[in-house]
């Protein structure tokens, strides 16, 4: 079963229909009164469902659920303002590493439990003007060259490319980053897909402290690109997701080369020098 990472900004709270499948379990690790709210996300992305555990034994029932495979997200709403943030206790089914839930039929004991967050992340606009659609993801990673694994991830929930995102990562430090638009839902960046470092050309730091402030005005502009132009982030051949991550954040890669070659699975994943990233239009 494939595992992928992706972490949440919730906007607005769409309720289910009654009609379709229904997953049900219990969410444990709750701490006072403040409610719990429960997020089932098709793979696919392009929407998601919400329900509230029971405050008392924290018992949820989520319905109206087509046939494919889910990502289950709760957290407690200790601020109260129905979205989650980056210093509440969360949990996704699956632990650490949330799983695909495939759903075929009513499921039962689909448990998460809730645990503090150990750090922080980050969150801002993404832009594009562009016509082509598909779900939008930020990638971050510990360098400038984008090389070896990404340790946090932020993904939008529409399929136009525009609005605001919230990235995890997995400990504080000082980060890079760079959001594609995945429009062959293959959860990697492919070639020609719209795309864009923070930063542009030279990519510029993102700090996470401990105790300070985390950054809110990370912002992207995505730019389509030719097939011909070089790939930005890391890839690695295989069929697995881009993300298997280290200690529960950071992914396997998966795909080609940015150079537009396959890789070898024993090669490191690499991004092409600064100076051939091409310029964020900002």
Known sequence: MKRVLFFLLVLAVPFSASLGFTVSGTVTGAQGFALVFVYTI??????????IANPFNGNYSQGGLDEGGYVLFAFQDSDLNLTPGLDERRGFYGGE???ILQVSSDLTGINIELS????GGFSGEITYEGTETGATYVFAHRNADFSGLPAGVGVLF????NGAYTALVDSFGTYYAFAFMDLNTNFQ???GEPYDFYGGAAPQPIVITQGGQFPDNVNFVLEAVSAARPAPPPARSGGSPPCRI???WAARSAGSAPSGRPAARSDPPRCPSSASRPASRR
């Open 42 to 51: 098709p793979s696919t992305f392009d929407t998601f469902y919400v329900t």
């Open 97 to 99: 590493v949330p799983e």
């Open 116 to 119: 503090a967050p150990n750090a």
């Open 158 to 161: 529409n399929q136009d490319g």
């Open 189 to 191: 960046y492919d070639l």
């Open 246 to 248: 280290r200690a529960g």
